[in-house]
């Protein structure tokens, strides 16, 4: 991993991206601290262009977005439309919203949905990626629905966005699901946990919690990985500082000379 494939997921930072002006400044912040790339999500409202403007300003790459579960499932042609507008072909589903989890039937329709819009953004040059929560690794039959997604969906349709913090919460392995997903993820969300002084599962900077990354980045490599995105849900303190943090023990540690 080279530390210009090493993003900052703007999720991290967004109570302070409400408005273009703010979007400007932290993304000025951003850069000042090193990333040189970004996955954009949750920013308040801002025209493309003005988007675009702000990064190239900044010499800052938007290497993936997040874009709401609806509008993937049901208006790709959107997706489409605004990724273009982003200079950007990669693109996660977020997060299972108003999906029954425990219903087979359920299920078996919504994994259905997802290759089709992902075959429909594939066919426009639109890569589409699984964003994990702990939550898809509930078990329906002895089979996890995370299991099912990447077997009933095609390569070509649906890859992998791995959060390595939602994995080690569910009790499954981040290292064991790089080497699973080989080929099919592109994009890897280094995020660290950590037990807190009450005991209790926490968000931590990269570095500050307990998970060994040095396997799961070189399993991702070998897998084709692109992109390494920092997130962090929730920050101690400022998130700039928690941000820059993460960077500099990625750059110190984790990343090659």
């Known amino acids: 991993m080279k530390i210009n494939q090493v993003a900052l997921q703007t999720f991290t930072i967004r109570e302070s991206i409400k408005n273009p002006a703010d979007i400007a400044s932290s993304l000025k912040k951003v850069r000042e601290i090193g990333y040189s790339a970004i996955q954009a999500s949750m920013m308040g409202p801002i025209d493309e262009d003005e988007l675009v403007k702000i990064v190239d300003g900044e010499g800052i790459t938007i290497c993936a977005t997040h874009e709401p579960a609806e509008s993937i499932l049901n208006e790709p042609e959107k997706v489409i439309e605004r990724l273009g507008k982003l200079n950007c072909s990669l693109t996660a589903y ?5 999906v029954d989890l425990t219903s087979k039937e359920f299920i078996d329709d919504w994994i259905k949905k997802l290759n089709s819009a992902g075959r429909i953004l594939a066919e426009a040059g639109i890569t589409l990626a699984y964003h994990n929560h702990q939550r898809e690794f509930l078990q329906l039959d002895g089979k996890t629905v995370y299991e099912r997604i990447f077997e009933e969906t095609d ?20 290292l064991e699901w790089c080497e699973r997903l080989a080929g099919r993820l592109p994009i890897l969300h280094l995020k660290d946990y950590r037990i807190s002084a009450d005991m ?3 968000f931590a900077e990269i570095g500050n919690g307990n998970i060994n990354f040095k396997p799961i980045i070189a399993a991702a490599e070998k897998g084709g ?7 962090q849900d929730v920050c101690p303190g400022d998130p700039f500082e928690s941000a820059r943090q993460s960077f500099e023990y990625i750059r110190d540690h984790l990343c090659e000379n």
Do not use: H, L, N
């Open 155 to 174: 390569p070509r349709w649906m890859q992998a966005e791995i959060d390595t913090y939602w994995i080690q919460y569910a009790g499954a392995s981040p």
């Open 200 to 202: 209790k599962p926490e």
């Open 94 to 98: 977020p997060f299972p919203k108003d």
């Open 225 to 231: 990985c692109r992109w390494f995105v920092v997130e």
